[in-house]
């Protein structure tokens, strides 16, 4: 008779409340979100950001700010950090001072971007259903009202643009259609080639002012993570060289502090779940293998259902020859597309998309010639097949494929 599944989940939250070992003091502090007090190694961009911000307090509008470095250089936990601190004296000099986050990625179109500008400043729009003019009119009506200024931060502003350019030019004239209020624009990127692809009309908007965030060193992200382990751990909980690893695992990922400090907190969960006393650098190795795991996962589970299907087109190939190029891609995939019933895209569209797993990191395409023939491209997998398949077979369509005997 198989057990209750629920006592085995009683037993477990038993055993963690029961056990004599607790690693975390305070578990949020390793959290992506969490925004810090003190920044090490960033005195000189708070300095540069609160000088050009520093106007809001004699109600200027301060220019628009441009901010681009490789990812976990510390862009947003400065950007935030200052914005904190400068609504908090807005508000002792009983200024109208606001400022609204919002991660691209997510807020992706300019009809949620103006949506969450008015949720920010207590305006009730649907998410959807409305005309984008009536939204618009809506928003500038409400905050000329205020009299007030309003910093709008695009993180991964980059998206945003890609996705749909109009909204960057429209949030860049915004000012023109009003009379008391001001908004000022904070662009942040990860790509540093970004700005090079801005429409010059709203390049010469966006980039008023430039900040440019370098990758930390190793002893840098050291620096970081002990000063986060202070105050995440109980004493004496992390072994020596634990910090050391994860810091030199994070330099070599273009000094990225946001890989070092989830290296350190999947490693320390992986700790307690196992009931040990210390981190040791053995959890660091296994926290690696969970974190790739997890990020290629996350990466193939969130492609479009075209790109998917050229992926498994690469799967198949693969798994049939030790060598496959474009037109054998391009042949598995228009079969994929018949069987399931997707648009098939032209053979120069597919290349693109192959273009775009290769700068993904899940394939590689090596240029060949093909001498009269012209050149291809051989292609290869560079993540594991397993997870290729048990990603596209939770993929309800492209799941069917496995199944059929055509390949």
Do not use: W
Request: with cysteine; proline share 3%.
């Amino acid at each position: 008779m198989s057990k209750d599944p629920s006592s085995n989940i009683d037993e477990i939250f038993d055993r963690y409340l029961d056990a004599d070992t607790i690693v975390f003091k305070q578990r949020e502090v390793l959290s992506p979100h969490y925004v810090p007090d003190i920044l090490p190694h960033r005195d000189d961009k708070f300095e540069e950001m609160a000088k050009i911000l520093a106007p809001a307090l004699r109600g200027g509008a301060p220019s628009n700010i441009f901010i681009y470095g490789t990812t976990g250089t510390g862009k947003t936990a400065v950007t935030k950090h200052v914005l904190n601190k400068l609504e908090e004296r807005a508000k002792s000099r009983n200024l109208a001072f606001k400022y609204s986050y919002m991660n691209c990625q997510h807020v992706d179109t300019k009809y949620r971007v103006l949506t969450q500008l008015c949720e920010d400043i207590g305006i009730d729009v649907p998410f959807t259903g409305l005309h984008f003019d009536v939204i618009y009119q809506k928003f500038k009506d409400a905050i000329d009202k205020m009299d007030t200024l309003h910093v709008a931060v695009l993180d991964e502003v980059d998206m945003l643009y890609h996705k749909s350019s109009e909204s960057l030019y429209v949030l860049t004239r915004i000012n023109s259609d009003l009379k008391k209020s001001k908004i000022s624009i904070i662009g942040i990127t990860n790509d540093v080639n970004f700005k090079e692809t801005l429409d010059p009309r709203i390049r010469s908007s966006l980039s008023e002012e430039e900040m440019v965030f370098s990758p930390y060193t190793a002893e840098q992200l050291s620096d970081i993570l002990t000063q986060r382990a202070d105050v995440a751990f109980h004493k004496n909980v992390l072994e020596f060289g634990v910090i050391n690893l994860c810091a030199a695992v994070g330099a070599q990922q273009h000094g990225d502090a946001r890989r070092s400090l989830d290296l350190l907190r999947v490693s320390s969960e992986l700790a307690e779940r196992n009931g040990d006393e210390k981190v040791t650098e053995i959890h660091v190795r296994k926290a690696q293998q969970v974190i790739e795991r997890n990020t290629v996962v996350e990466v193939l589970t969130s492609l479009p259902i075209q790109t998917k299907a050229v992926l498994q087109a690469i799967f198949i190939g693969e798994g049939k020859s030790d060598e496959i190029a474009t037109g054998d891609v391009y042949e598995i995939y228009s079969k994929i597309c018949k069987l399931v019933r997707l648009d098939i895209l032209t053979a120069r569209r597919v290349g693109d998309l192959i273009n775009e797993l290769d700068m993904l990191g899940i394939v590689t395409a090596q240029v060949i010639s093909k001498g009269r023939y012209g050149r291809s491209k051989r292609i290869h997998l560079t993540v594991p097949p397993k997870q290729v398949r048990e990603v596209i077979e939770n993929d309800f369509r492209l799941s069917k494929i496995f199944e059929m005997d055509e390949f």
